[in-house]
């Protein structure tokens, strides 16, 4: 007769799954994607390291499922934003909501966007990289549609501003690529005159990308 687990068993395996989980996003916030492995995960869940591996295969296991929920956290947050509101103002949440959240927390935002990882994880990136382009479709479609945008290939302006956005902010990251930031007053300080800088500048970069003209200019 096959085994059968009781409730009791599947929800303290559950449970030891879900703080599997939180550990890893924690470290990968603290230390990015090489410094993490499978025995700190296990250190800081308190589990044994061979209680990891009873859920994930490996750290690209771990790591693949972890960016999957972490980047569809992301594009959620961008597309609820994004939902209403002008042409321009939706285009501007597309880039305002990222581009704080990941300047709010540079070191994994760093990691979802451009630490080397497995192939396995990078394949997770493309599939953001994805999404955050569709949210920018949809806020420029809506502008092209209001007269806001002019005529343009929708989905080539969203690929060209996921780049653009990418680069910018990649190299707006201050310490994470080295791992010299940390969570400090001072680092506190730094992310919020990162963001006050660079966001709006951003998203005026963005809006003329994509043609947008301020009210009561025209286009010569």
């Given at each position: 007769m096959?085994?059968?687990?009781?409730p009791?068993?599947q929800e303290?395996l559950?449970?030891?799954?879900?703080?599997?989980?939180?550990?890893?996003v924690?470290l990968?916030?603290?230390?990015g994607y090489?410094?993490l492995?499978?025995s700190t995960v296990?250190?800081?869940a308190g589990?044994a390291?061979?209680?990891?591996?009873?859920?994930?295969?490996?750290k690209s296991?771990?790591?693949?499922?972890?960016f999957?929920?972490?980047?569809?956290r992301?594009?959620e947050?961008?597309?609820?934003a994004a939902?209403t509101?002008s042409?321009?103002?939706?285009?501007?949440a597309v880039?305002?909501?990222?581009?704080?959240?990941?300047?709010?927390?540079?070191?994994?935002?760093?990691?979802?966007?451009?630490e080397p990882?497995?192939a396995?994880?990078?394949?997770?990136?493309?599939?953001?990289?994805r999404?955050?382009?569709?949210?920018f479709?949809?806020?420029?479609?809506?502008?092209v549609?209001?007269?806001e945008?002019?005529?343009?290939d929708?989905?080539?302006?969203?690929?060209a501003l996921?780049g653009?956005?990418g680069e910018v902010?990649t190299?707006?990251?201050p310490g994470a690529?080295?791992g010299?930031?940390?969570?400090?007053?001072?680092?506190?300080?730094?992310r919020?005159?990162a963001?006050?800088s660079?966001?709006p500048d951003l998203?005026?970069?963005v809006l003329?990308?994509?043609?947008h003209l301020?009210?009561?200019?025209?286009q010569?």
């Amino acid at each position: 007769m096959a085994y059968r687990r009781t409730p009791a068993v599947q929800e303290r395996l559950d449970a030891q799954r879900e703080a599997i989980a939180a550990a890893a996003v924690t470290l990968l916030s603290e230390r990015g994607y090489s410094g993490l492995s499978v025995s700190t995960v296990a250190e800081r869940a308190g589990v044994a390291t061979g209680s990891v591996y009873r859920h994930y295969v490996d750290k690209s296991d771990l790591m693949v499922r972890i960016f999957r929920e972490l980047c569809e956290r992301e594009v959620e947050a961008v597309t609820s934003a994004a939902a209403t509101g002008s042409g321009a103002d939706r285009v501007t949440a597309v880039v305002d909501t990222f581009s704080r959240r990941a300047l709010r927390n540079p070191t994994l935002a760093y990691a979802l966007l451009a630490e080397p990882v497995d192939a396995a994880v990078d394949a997770e990136r493309l599939v953001l990289r994805r999404a955050f382009a569709a949210a920018f479709a949809n806020a420029v479609r809506h502008g092209v549609e209001t007269g806001e945008f002019p005529e343009q290939d929708v989905e080539l302006t969203a690929a060209a501003l996921v780049g653009a956005v990418g680069e910018v902010l990649t190299g707006r990251l201050p310490g994470a690529a080295d791992g010299r930031l940390r969570d400090s007053a001072a680092d506190g300080r730094l992310r919020d005159s990162a963001a006050g800088s660079t966001v709006p500048d951003l998203v005026v970069l963005v809006l003329r990308a994509a043609g947008h003209l301020p009210s009561g200019t025209t286009q010569e």
